[in-house]
């Protein structure tokens, strides 16, 4: 979808998500001590307002100004609104001078592959601690029966976040890169996840 799709579909009266915290963020990093955070494609800000009634700083970024109004929104009404700061931007030209304890990118799903590839590269270079990266693995839209893109195209692997960041996946720097499955009411996801951490950084409890 291009940008202005996403305007379009924000601006609709209904949520587009549910705002609730991603499964994934949740279960691998919701132990960590609250720092500095970065959500990359935040979207209407489920994940930034979880993190910031946790404690963490959160910068939330995303190209859709009516995801970001609706997100301003919900962390006003969750009292965290100081927590989180607010940035339009496209991620695939998007930039940080800053070092985040936690980037988080979850279901950054585009066809076209320099778009990803360049969204992925800024998300590790703003890292200084953990980033974790969720997509829908391809093999969700032949084998997956909870929804999700269709197209096999916009979808992407652990093996591929690795590749496009150079890393192999005996680098100490990869806590975990694989495919994981988890059940919703709506029914089967299967998800990729990669959690990484900077070689530079401490370790933190979390996994």
Same mark, same amino acid.
């Given at each position: 979808?291009?940008?202005?799709? %996403?305007?379009?579909?924000y601006s609709q009266? /209904?949520?587009? %998500?549910?705002?609730?915290?991603?499964? %994934?963020?949740?279960? #691998?990093? =919701?132990?960590?001590?609250p720092g500095t955070a970065l959500d990359l494609g935040c979207?209407?800000?489920? /994940?930034? &307002? +979880?993190?910031?009634? *946790?404690? +963490? $700083? &959160?910068?939330?970024? /995303?190209?859709?100004? !009516? $995801?970001?109004?609706?997100?301003?929104?919900?962390?006003?009404a $969750? =009292? &965290?609104?100081?927590?989180?700061? +607010?940035? *339009? !931007?496209?991620?695939?030209?998007?930039?940080? $001078?800053?070092r985040f304890d936690l980037v988080t990118m979850h279901f950054l799903h585009t066809a076209d592959r320099d778009v990803r590839g360049a969204a992925l590269r800024n998300a590790w270079a703003a890292t200084g601690g953990r980033l974790l990266v969720v997509a829908h693995d391809p093999v969700n839209a032949t084998a997956g029966t909870a929804g999700g893109p269709p197209d096999p195209a916009v979808l992407y692997s652990a093996a591929d976040v690795l590749e496009v960041l150079g890393l192999a996946a005996d680098d100490p720097q990869v806590v975990l890169a694989e495919t994981r499955e988890r059940e919703s009411a709506a029914g089967? +996801?299967?998800?990729?996840? &990669? #959690?990484?951490?900077?070689?530079?950084?401490?370790?933190?409890? =979390?996994?």
């Open positions: 979808m291009r940008q202005q799709d %996403w305007e379009d579909r009266p /209904d949520r587009v %998500w549910t705002g609730k915290v991603n499964h %994934w963020l949740q279960e #691998l990093v =919701g132990e960590l001590p979207g209407e800000g489920g /994940d930034a &307002v +979880w993190l910031a009634a *946790r404690g +963490w $700083a &959160v910068t939330a970024v /995303d190209f859709a100004a !009516a $995801a970001l109004e609706r997100g301003a929104a919900a962390a006003a $969750a =009292g &965290v609104g100081d927590r989180v700061q +607010w940035q *339009r !931007a496209d991620l695939a030209h998007w930039r940080s $001078a800053q089967l +996801w299967i998800d990729a996840v &990669v #959690l990484l951490q900077r070689r530079s950084a401490s370790p933190r409890p =979390g996994g």
